[in-house]
């Protein structure tokens, strides 16, 4: 579990990237609201259970389930499609590896890739390439 | 500043389009999270005078690899 100081700390970086309004950090979970560049939005959380000392799980929590361009649930961890499988009904996607995770790696810093993620997984819908075409893999 | 038009019908692809050159080596454009939120495209020579979040320098520290 986080520390109190920590907790600032992340809040007060998140609330440097993100209005204040899009986002509810407490020391066991972010729920943050992003919109793509398309205007879409989608709600994602990230499990801080222990945070920061492993990667954290973020997953998907709206639109539940997530869908692949031919109308499946991403619900199963894939290597093309960089998730790593389902919780109740919500994808969960890959953004840093073990390997490359250590506590110095803020929440702000995942978002912004679950940011990215998001972009690109909007363009698997529009083309069809899996995401990996893209993002290359998060090793460990 | 951005390469892209705001709301540009194909903006996640060229959005994809430039983590896939970041990762092939390709630094002359970054993407920026502005205020809104947006992910932009900005030529890196111009990068340092745009306000927001790096994006492609958070993502290719770790995530992305380069090389």
């Known amino acids: 579990m986080m520390t109190e100081e920590r907790l600032k700390d992340e809040f ?20 943050i609201a992003l919109q793509t560049n398309s205007k879409k939005i989608y709600t994602v959380r990230i499990d801080l259970a222990n945070h ?12 539940k389930p997530l869908l692949d361009r031919s109308g ?3 619900l199963d961890a894939s290597h093309p499609m960089h998730t790593l499988g389902g919780e109740n009904g919500c ?19 995942v978002v912004v890739k679950v940011r990215v993620w998001l972009e690109v997984y909007e363009n698997h819908l529009k083309t069809g390439y899996p995401l990996d075409k893209y993002l290359t893999t ?3 | ?43 890196a020579s111009q990068v340092d005078k745009v306000d927001g979040i790096k994006a492609t320098e958070i ?7 380069l090389l």
């Not at chain 1, 609330?15 to 309004?21: I, N, T």
């Not at chain 2, 959005?15 to 205020?35: C, F, P, T, W």
């Not at chain 2, 993502?59 to 690899?65: C, I, M």
Request: aromatic share 12%; charged share 20%.
């Open chain 1, 12 to 31: 007060y970086l998140l609330s440097q990237a993100f209005s204040v309004k899009q986002f509810k950090l407490t020391s066991n979970t972010l729920t």
């Open chain 1, 52 to 63: 920061p000392y492993e990667v954290p799980k973020v997953f998907i929590t709206n639109p």
């Open chain 1, 72 to 74: 499946n649930p991403m």
């Open chain 1, 91 to 109: 994808t969960r996607i890959c953004h840093y590896g073990a390997s490359q995770w250590h506590p110095g790696v803020y929440l702000y810093q």
């Open chain 1, 138 to 140: 998060a090793a460990g």
């Open chain 2, 1 to 43: 500043m951005s390469f892209f038009k705001k709301n540009q019908s194909d903006d996640c692809t060229d959005v994809s389009q430039v983590i896939k050159d970041q990762h092939d080596g390709n630094r002359g454009v970054e993407l920026v999270m502005n205020d809104d939120g947006e992910l932009v495209a900005v030529p």
């Open chain 2, 59 to 65: 993502a290719k520290k770790d995530y992305y690899s």
